[in-house]
């Protein structure tokens, strides 16, 4: 039993931001009843790199573990009365459409805490509830180029890189996991429900709070290196080098240790708190000279000998190997009933007396959506009237 078993979670969201932070609640033993259109969320029909499954593809099956799925015409009165009555006996409500489209189909926070006073309600969107930004898309790649960040490393002129991530839906998942989270608690405490909003443009903003400060309060400029600097408010060298078989990272040192090592004399007398910003070109560009005479390996048990921080630069297939990550159990494995074996991430918080597990693999489309019915006191021959009207959908796996 997760440690929120017993709540229930209306699961109305799409893509990837809205259905991971839904299926963090399912982590931690939320029931998670997604709610998705009879042809199945739009995520079903967008495989991600290209990897379609059987029934399910990755980009789904990723997103949606420890979910049942409801398949329900929202459309249909009949269909939206099915969610209405479901919000009854709900704990939360997540969506994420684009703002007004809850509203058009009668499930916005008005209607539905009018209906269940302890709701809470949990409304993700792209740049707010309203403002000048109001009918722009929240698209991940969209937003990290809004959010300032695509400027603070790489070489001055350049292009901008995006991250190696969809960073902006993962921040924004956890943001509102946390909001779902916090409102349950004051719920506890007073019985009150409320409205939760977040936005991805907040989300990734507010993440770079050491960074905007520094900007805002300190008045840095976000300057760009002509070398590849990793972040433009952090001293050289501080970024990935190449080695003669590979690439290492190694992350703002002591230079006179960092000389010493790797046999650089300018850096013996050079200062860290003023040379390292003032000559970040110069100590970039030697220290890559440098390592590039040795092996990955060779440099990573050297620096690691002189206490200088430093890593590998690892591809996926590195990292499901790594000796931690395996001793850390970060990827979790079980059998899917349409997709076989299945190994992915697993659960980054660990709980001594409420673990969590997967339950239940990422549904077909429609899967439950019988027993949510029942549990709801839906009487059998209404449940075969929605399922013959098309109002509901079921599939079996």
Not at 27 to 44: C, F, M, N, S, Y
Not at 81 to 108: C, H, I, M, S
Not at 262 to 277: A, H, K, Q, R, Y
Request: proline residues 5%.
């Amino acid at each position: 039993m997760g440690i929120l078993s017993g709540y229930r979670v209306l699961d109305c969201s799409i893509a990837m931001a809205g259905p991971f932070a839904a299926q963090r609640l399912g982590d931690l033993g939320a029931d998670v009843v997604k709610v998705e259109p009879v042809t199945g969320e739009w995520q079903r029909h967008t495989a991600a790199g290209g990897a379609r499954g059987n029934k399910v593809n990755v980009s789904f099956l990723s997103l949606n573990r420890n979910k049942r799925s409801l398949a329900v015409d929202l459309k249909d009165p009949d269909g939206k009365a099915v969610l209405l009555e479901l919000v009854k006996t709900a704990d939360v409500f997540l969506q994420n459409y684009r703002p007004g489209v809850a509203k058009r189909l009668g499930v916005d926070y008005e209607t539905l805490s009018a209906i269940n006073p302890r709701l809470i309600y949990v409304s993700i969107s792209g740049y707010g509830e309203d403002g000048p930004y109001l009918n722009r898309p929240g698209q991940d790649l969209v937003l990290q180029g809004m959010s300032g960040a695509m400027l603070s490393a790489g070489r001055e002129g350049e292009p901008p890189n995006a991250a190696g991530q969809y960073l902006v839906d993962g921040i924004t998942a956890y943001t509102a996991f946390e909001g779902a989270l916090a409102a349950l608690l004051h719920r506890e405490r007073t019985g009150e429900g409320q409205l939760v909003q977040v936005n991805m443009l907040d989300a990734i903003t507010t993440i770079q709070m050491q960074e905007l400060s520094v900007f805002t309060v300190g008045h840095k400029p976000q300057m760009r290196s002509a070398e590849p600097h990793a972040h433009v408010y952090i001293r050289a060298p501080y970024g990935a080098f190449a080695t003669s078989d590979g690439f290492i990272i190694v992350a703002f040192p002591k230079l006179a240790n960092l000389g010493a090592t790797i046999g650089e004399p300018s850096f013996l007398t050079m200062d860290d708190e003023v040379d390292t910003w003032a000559k970040r070109d110069e100590i970039f560009a030697k220290t890559r000279d440098r390592l590039k005479t040795k092996t990955t390996a060779e440099w990573l048990e050297l620096l690691r000998a002189a206490d200088i921080w430093c890593g590998p630069v690892y591809g996926y297939a590195d990292l499901v190997e790594d000796e931690q990550i395996r001793h850390n159990g970060t990827f979790v494995e079980y059998e899917h009933p349409t997709e076989g074996h299945v190994k992915t991430p697993g659960f980054p918080i660990r709980f001594s007396k409420t673990p969590s597990t997967v339950d239940r693999g990422a549904p077909v489309v429609g899967q439950h959506s019988r027993d949510v019915l029942i549990e709801a006191g839906f009487e059998d021959a209404e449940i075969e009237r929605l399922l013959a009207k098309g109002a509901v959908a079921e599939n079996g796996v």
